[in-house]
T-cell receptor
Framework: GDSVTQMEGPVTLSEEAFLTINCTYT??????LFWYVQYPGEGLQLLLK?????DKGSNKGFEATYRKETTSFHLEKGSVQVSDSAVYFC????????????FGTGTRLTIIP | DAGITQSPRHKVTETGTPVTLRCHQT?????MYWYRQDPGHGLRLIHY???????DKGEVSDGYSVSRSKTEDFLLTLESATSSQTSVYFC????????????FGPGTRLLVL
C-alpha cells in the first residue's frame, strides 16, 4: 500500500538557518503530494502541494519539488524564523477518486532566536 | 479558513462508555474524513464519507462507526470506549473533484480513563 517516510525529529535550528525536511513516498500511480503544518494546539493547515512530477509547490518561503525519479518531496526554506516552529507532515493522495491522505509521522521543528 | 467545527473540543470519559464526536462543515463539500493523531504515527484515517449515507473504512476503523445523514454533519461514534482510543481526533473535508486539498478542523482531544 501507499506509505510516506519523513525525516525523524525533533529538529532544532537557529533563526535564519537553512531548513530541509526529507520526505519520500511509495505509491502506485501518480499521487498528489502535500506538506501540512500544525502549530501548537491547532489543526493541520495546508502549507503547499504538487500534483504532478516536476511541479514545485511554494508558500510562505517554503518550497518542495515533486521528484518522481527519486520518489521524494523534500521541504526547504532558505531562512527560518521563530514563527516557523511547528510540526510538519508530508502526505500523499492516491488520486483514485476518494482523495484519502496517507501521512508521514511528522517532524517537530523548533527555531531558537 | 474553511468552515469546519468539531464538538466537543475536549472530552474525558470512562472505559466502556459510548462517545460521539461531531464534525460540522459549512462548505458543502462532498467528502468528509475522520483521522486520529497519535505520537509516532502521524495521522491515520478512521473512516470517510463520499456523500450522504455513503461511508467507507480507513486503516484504523475497528471500534469506530460513523454516520452522515446530512451533507454538513459527519459523526464518529466509539461504541464502547477503550484506553487505546485516547487520542486527538481530526475531521477533514474536501470537494471531491480530484487532486484537491483536504481542510482540517481544530480537533477533539479525547481521554479515556
Amino acid at each position: 500500500g501507499d506509505s510516506v517516510t519523513q525525516m525523524e525529529g525533533p529538529v532544532t535550528l537557529s533563526e535564519e538557518a537553512f531548513l530541509t525536511i526529507n520526505c519520500t513516498y511509495t505509491a502506485t500511480g501518480y499521487p498528489s503530494l502535500f506538506w501540512y503544518v500544525q502549530y501548537p494546539g491547532e489543526g493541520l493547515q495546508l502549507l503547499l502541494k504538487a500534483t504532478k512530477a516536476d511541479d514545485k509547490g511554494s508558500n510562505k518561503g517554503f518550497e518542495a519539488t515533486y521528484r518522481k525519479e527519486t520518489t521524494s518531496f523534500h521541504l526547504e526554506k532558505g531562512s527560518v524564523q521563530v514563527s516557523d516552529s511547528a510540526v510538519y507532515f508530508c502526505a500523499l493522495s492516491d488520486n483514485f477518486g476518494n482523495e484519502k491522505l496517507t501521512f508521514g509521522t511528522g517532524t517537530r521543528l523548533t527555531i531558537i532566536p | 479558513d474553511a468552515g469546519i467545527t468539531q464538538s466537543p473540543r475536549h472530552k474525558v470519559t470512562e472505559t466502556g462508555t459510548p462517545v460521539t464526536l461531531r464534525c460540522h462543515q459549512t462548505e458543502n463539500h462532498r467528502y468528509m474524513y475522520w483521522y486520529r493523531q497519535d505520537p509516532g504515527h502521524g495521522l491515520r484515517l478512521i473512516h470517510y464519507s463520499y456523500g450522504v449515507k455513503d461511508t467507507d473504512k480507513g486503516e484504523v476503523s475497528d471500534g469506530y462507526s460513523v454516520s452522515r445523514s446530512k451533507t454538513e454533519d459527519f459523526l464518529l461514534t466509539l461504541e464502547s470506549a477503550t484506553s487505546s482510543q485516547t487520542s486527538v481526533y481530526f475531521c477533514a473535508i474536501s470537494g471531491g473533484q480530484g487532486r484537491e486539498t483536504q481542510y482540517f478542523g481544530p480537533g477533539t482531544r479525547l481521554l479515556v480513563l
